[in-house]
Nanobody, 124 residues
Framework: QVQLVESGGGLVQAGGSLRLSCAAS????????MGWFRQAPGKERGFVAA????????SYADSAKGRFTISRDNAKNTVYLQMNSLKPEDTAVYYC?????????????????WGQGTLVTVSS
């Protein structure tokens, strides 16, 4: 089992920045590919960013490219999402995900572990 706990969400004005963190416990963090997803009100949960076990294989949704950066620190069992130039349409609950397969993370289907989510609200 892997437990994932997100933090760092909150209220920010448009144009501002936030850094989300996801702390993992349980099985060996470095054996998992990690990802961030988000679900806006009334919408389905969608892919934001992914990172492989050794910080390779980075990928982003088009909406995140150039503004968001995913990173991980295997010594701290933590994955991050740095979000800059935030827009009101970035408002959502952001979820951390873990799976041994980076392909699975990118697909969003059949992911083994999910966090509980952290709310990000961007005001205009």
């Amino acid at each position: 089992q892997v437990q994932l706990v997100e933090s760092g969400g909150g209220l920010v004005q448009a144009g501002g920045s936030l850094r989300l963190s996801c702390a993992a416990s349980g099985r060996t963090f470095s054996s998992f590919a990690m990802g961030w997803f988000r679900q806006a009100p009334g919408k389905e949960r969608g892919f934001v960013a992914a990172i492989g076990q050794r910080s390779i294989g980075l990928s982003y949704a088009d909406s995140a490219k150039g503004r968001f950066t995913i990173s991980r620190d295997n010594a701290k069992n933590t994955v991050y999402l740095q979000m800059n130039s935030l827009k009101p349409e970035d408002t959502a609950v952001y979820y951390c995900a873990a799976d041994p397969s980076l392909v699975t993370i990118r697909s969003g289907i059949g992911i083994d572990y999910w966090g509980q989510g952290t709310l990000v609200t961007v005001s205009s």
